[in-house]
């Protein structure tokens, strides 16, 4: 049976049926809408693969126009904008069911010397010494209702959150709107770095949203709200590994309208800053 790692990787080997269009599979899963992530990072998998694989991508800026349907393939038109002496540029869209639900443009840039500082990490603790998340919900709840099961057997990532989660509004009073967690991909991804980069990109609408709702409802009881990614940017500043720790920072500057935005900072082990990521999203009270 192929790993949760080994079944992402193939999520990311999209199929080409022209020169600039690919295929894209979306597996059968009980939810609303496709995951954000897998549309971002395989529409980034198809901007690459259409790049002479030299520049890595250095930003993407992205929209989720429409929710994806679970189970239905999404095809990715590649437009190749710009092939300039230092900078690639690639417009990708995303079709599914004769509508674009997503769309994205990508840069990808070679390397070259210049001003080079970063901010320090926050002191966290190791990973090692974290409970894994699945293994934290089974200990409060003394085992995992069943769509938990399912997403622990999928979960292409382990992660392992900073702070014990809270289980009680009570326990939210002035908490302020942030969150931390360590990840990695449960199984080796290859030695393609744009596999990695892709990986990366699914993993940074994981978790990134919690920040907003932290200060709100505990991050894995109950739901009280319906949300949704609007949109999502992310600057690639090193590179890395995506099956190996990366400290992922996240924090919610503002929350109102509807809307609340949040904006996380990427970490290796060795504390430096490999990549930065801001996203919105969209919250509606359930039931209102």
């Known amino acids: 049976m192929t790993s949760p790692a080994g079944q992402l990787a193939g999520l990311l080997d999209l199929e080409r049926i022209e020169i600039d269009i690919f295929r894209g599979r979306s ?23 259409t790049t002479d694989g030299h520049r890595p991508v250095h930003s993407l800026h992205a929209y989720f126009l429409r929710p994806g349907v679970p189970g239905v393939p999404i095809v990715y038109q590649v437009e190749r904008v710009r092939d300039g002496r230092s900078f690639t540029t690639r417009r990708v869209v995303a079709v599914q069911q004769g509508r674009t639900i997503f769309n994205l443009t990508a840069s ?6 210049g ?66 967690v360590w990840m990695r991909a449960s199984g080796s991804l290859g030695d393609d770095p744009l596999v990695h980069t892709c990986a990366l990109t699914y993993a940074s609408d994981m978790t990134l949203l919690d920040a907003v709702r932290i200060p709100v409802e505990p991050l894995w009881g109950p739901r009280g709200f319906d949300m949704a990614s609007l ?38 082990r060795e504390g430096q800053l490999i990549v930065s990521v801001m996203q919105e999203g969209l919250f509606r009270k359930l039931g209102g």
């Open 27 to 49: 597996p059968q899963e009980n939810l609303q809408r496709v995951f954000g992530g897998q549309v971002a990072g395989q529409a980034l998998v198809a901007a690459g693969r």
């Open 231 to 268: 949109d999502h940017a992310m600057w690639f500043h090193r590179p890395f590994r995506a099956d190996e720790w990366f400290l992922y920072q996240q924090e919610s500057p503002i929350a109102t309208g509807g809307r609340g935005l949040a904006r996380g900072q990427i970490f290796d």
């Open 115 to 180: 001003i080079d500082h970063q901010v320090p990490m926050p002191e966290v603790p190791d990973p090692e010494t974290l409970p894994k998340l699945a293994d934290e919900i089974r200990d409060h709840l003394g085992e995992l209702p069943e769509s938990l099961e399912r997403m622990e057997r999928r979960m292409a990532f382990d992660i392992r959150y900073v702070e014990r989660l809270r289980w009680d509004a009570g326990s939210l009073r002035d908490v302020e709107p942030r969150s931390g």
């Open 108 to 113: 990808f840039h070679q390397p070259e010397p």
